[in-house]
């Protein structure tokens, strides 16, 4: 059966709600009793990570049982605000997204532990979708990303590498093919890195944005980028022969966005038709050229919002649960 749902972790409510990306109903929610940040789901869909800042705790819900429930939380010496996971789903790692020179962390899904810290200025994490070498940070006071990396067994390297990314980046992701990072930055610009060699990473090209971007997410193709703003969802075609991004169209989205480091609060529904927006107070659908579409029922925001799409048994999808 295709198993098409996202998770939110709704800062207001303290909660993590999962929802189903077709029928746009809330199946689940799960009360933490903190105030979560960002989300984020293994590639199985078997499992999600949730940040949560001032408790400075990972929380992991195990997403193959029904109804779906926390299978543990560590407590990291730092606060915990963006996170990414490693390709083979072992390892969520975390930065805290203070202006002071805190951690990043990496968490052990199987163990529910913190095994590795390395201390960094970073605001925002990123973690390439083919190999744990390459681990960008993204340092908001500066003009930088830095690479770390991430080793089989959860332990963290700081390579000593920065390289340019335009100005005041505030958040990073990777192309389906871990070719590319787009790198968004404060007040309105994404650059283009080439990331095809790991230690040499490149800043190859940018495009301004017409709001003050907030997060990104890139089509499974790799040929689309659709840039949250304040104001406007922009939609950018990405040659990746030429390295280049060009303005397609760009909307005005209405809705009441917080910007977070690192936290992603856009994404694409499994088809590649609709698109997912966290803000305050609601999960609101658009379809990729704008049309409004309505809102997720029962899901509130702000918060990182994450969406899984894989073919499992009907027997692990999570059922719709009273609340």
Known sequence: MQDHFGIIADNTNQRASIFDTDTLEVMQQIPLQA????????????????????????????????????????????????????????YAL?????????????????????????PTSAQAVAISPVTGELVLTAEYFSTNVHRFTVDRSGALADSGQEFPAGSSPINL??????????????????????????????????????????????SSDGRHLFVLGLTNVDIFSFDPVAG?????????????????????????????TRLFISAVGQVAVFTTYGLPLGVVSGASGPGGLAICSCERASSDRPRAQSF
């Open 244 to 272: 280049n991004l060009t303005l397609e169209n760009s909307f005005s989205h209405g809705l009441n966005i917080v910007t977070y480091f690192g936290v992603d609060q856009v994404a694409l529904d499994p088809s590649q």
């Open 173 to 218: 992701n990777f192309s389906p093919d871990g070719f590319f990072a787009f790198v968004a930055n404060l007040p309105s610009g994404i650059s283009v890195l080439s990331t095809l060699i790991p230690g040499s990473v490149a800043l190859i090209s940018s495009a301004a944005t017409t709001s003050q971007p907030q997060s990104m997410v890139v």
């Open 35 to 90: 105030d979560v940040l960002d989300v984020a789901i293994t590639k199985d869909c078997r499992s999600a990570v949730v940040t949560s800042f001032f408790s400075k705790t990972m929380f992991q819900i195990c997403l193959c049982e029904r109804p779906a429930r926390v299978a543990g939380s560590a407590v990291s010496p730092t606060f915990l605000e963006d996170v990414d996971l490693t390709p083979d789903g072992r």
């Open 94 to 118: 975390s930065v805290d997204g203070s202006a002071a020179n805190q951690d990043i962390v990496s968490y052990s899904l199987k163990r529910n532990a913190f095994v590795s810290t390395l």
